[in-house]
Each structure stands twice: as structure tokens, then as C-alpha cells.
T-cell receptor
Framework: GESVGLHLPTLSVQEGDNSIINCAYS??????FIWYKQESGKGPQFIID?????DKRQGQRVTVLLNKTVKHLSLQIAATQPGDSAVYFC?????????????FGKGTKLSVKP | DGGITQSPKYLFRKEGQNVTLSCEQN?????MYWYRQDPGQGLRLIYY???????QKGDIAEGYSVSREKKESFPLTVTSAQKNPTAFYLC?????????????FGAGTRLSVL
């Protein structure tokens, strides 16, 4: 999950296993969420998004689950591959602040062991 | 190759010097953004622009300036007033503003102080 400070939470999984990355968001009024993947030295890459009127959304090998009751978001990656190794960020687009702006979590580092 | 182009990839700043980071997009997006990323941290919003000739301060605008004279270009100047400029700078764009607009990122510029 997300945390404060310089040390990113790290998730280490075996190649072929499923990965679950968690994110707690702050604003109960947030109604849109995005997951990004950032490889070392590169910009974040869009993975999947979900609106607050949904509990689940599936993409190719990825599933996002949204639990509004506890303000929790998770990203599930099926059959994790070495190319999935990266830092994963969740972002919320909530009320308050400037329209259209995203609030990013601090990220989780996923390491895939061959 | 469509997308967002940031240049240079690496930039060094001397004491008291202003430096400008370039961001160009050919996606015909209205909105553009600048973020700062420090090691082990999430993205923090510096400035954003919803439309040409208009821009707004983000959460950490002090020591930075921007312009938006053309739709496709959103340069960021790191001024000498920014006392801790060493960071990874990311530019993003989105089709519009408001919820549901995915932000797409460039590859970033890494700025260091000599």
C-alpha cells in the first residue's frame, strides 16, 4: 500500500504468480481513480481507470477493485511477468482542489523474481 | 510517433541560474501539467494550464514559472528562487479538464545542481 517517507513499500512476487497492489485514498468525495505504472527513469504510463459508480473493472491481465466504504483501491495483475517490475501509483480525482487535477499516492514498487 | 516530448533528458543548473524545460505535445490536448517527483515520492503538481494563454499554480509553484502561448507547448522555467531544484520533472497532457480525463506523461527531465 501507500506510505509516507522516502522508502517505498515493496511487493516481491514470483514470476507467474498474481500480484495485488493496494492503495488507500483520502477523499471520500473522489469519484474517479487511475492506476499508473512507472518504470525506472521513465514517465508514468496509464494502466486502467475506474469511476466511483463501479466496484470492479478489468483490462488485459489487470483488474482494479474499488471499495468506497473503506476508501480502498487495489490493482491485481494476473500471471505477473518480469516486465511488470515497476513502481505503481494510484491517483484520485476528487472534489476540492482544481478541476481535473490528480492527487497521486507515493507508489508501491513491484519486483518480479524469475 | 505521437505523444509528449520532453527535452532535454538531463539538465544541469549552476547556482543563480534560470533553466527552462521543454514540453511539446502533438495530441491536440487542451490541458497540460507540470509535476515534480523526488526519490521515493509521488508526483506533486507545480503548474497546470487548461487552455492556451491561461495557467494556474499547483501545490508547489514557488520558484517556478510557465507560459502557454501555443496549444502544443508548455515550457517550465526553474528560477534561481527555487533553492532545491534537484528532481525529476514530468510533463503531462489531457484532452480536457474535469473528471475522467486521463493524463498522459512524457519521459521526464532530470535536473541536477552543479
Amino acid at each position: 500500500g501507500e506510505s509516507v517517507g522516502l522508502h517505498l513499500p515493496t511487493l516481491s512476487v514470483q514470476e507467474g504468480d498474481n500480484s495485488i497492489i493496494n492503495c488507500a485514498y483520502s477523499n471520500s468525495a473522489s469519484d474517479y481513480f487511475i492506476w499508473y505504472k512507472q518504470e525506472s527513469g521513465k514517465g508514468p504510463q496509464f494502466i486502467i481507470d475506474i469511476r466511483s459508480n463501479m466496484d470492479k473493472r478489468q483490462g488485459q491481465r489487470v483488474t482494479v477493485l474499488l471499495n468506497k466504504t473503506v476508501k480502498h483501491l487495489s490493482l491485481q495483475i494476473a500471471a505477473t511477468q518480469p516486465g511488470d517490475s515497476a513502481v505503481y501509483f494510484c491517483a484520485e480525482n476528487g472534489y476540492g482542489g482544481s478541476q481535473g487535477n490528480l492527487i497521486f499516492g507515493k507508489g508501491t514498487k513491484l519486483s518480479v523474481k524469475p | 510517433d505521437g505523444g509528449i516530448t520532453q527535452s532535454p533528458k538531463y539538465l544541469f543548473r549552476k547556482e543563480g541560474q534560470n533553466v527552462t524545460l521543454s514540453c511539446e505535445q502533438n495530441l491536440n490536448h487542451d490541458a497540460m501539467y507540470w509535476y515534480r517527483q523526488d526519490p521515493g515520492q509521488g508526483l506533486r503538481l507545480i503548474y497546470y494550464s487548461q487552455i492556451v494563454n491561461d495557467f494556474q499554480k499547483g501545490d508547489i509553484a514557488e520558484g517556478y514559472s510557465v507560459s502557454r502561448e501555443k496549444k502544443e507547448s508548455f515550457p517550465l522555467t526553474v528560477t534561481s528562487a527555487q533553492k532545491n531544484p534537484t528532481a525529476f520533472y514530468l510533463c503531462a497532457s489531457s484532452p480536457g479538464t474535469g473528471r475522467g480525463n486521463i493524463q498522459y506523461f512524457g519521459a521526464g527531465t532530470r535536473l541536477s545542481v552543479l
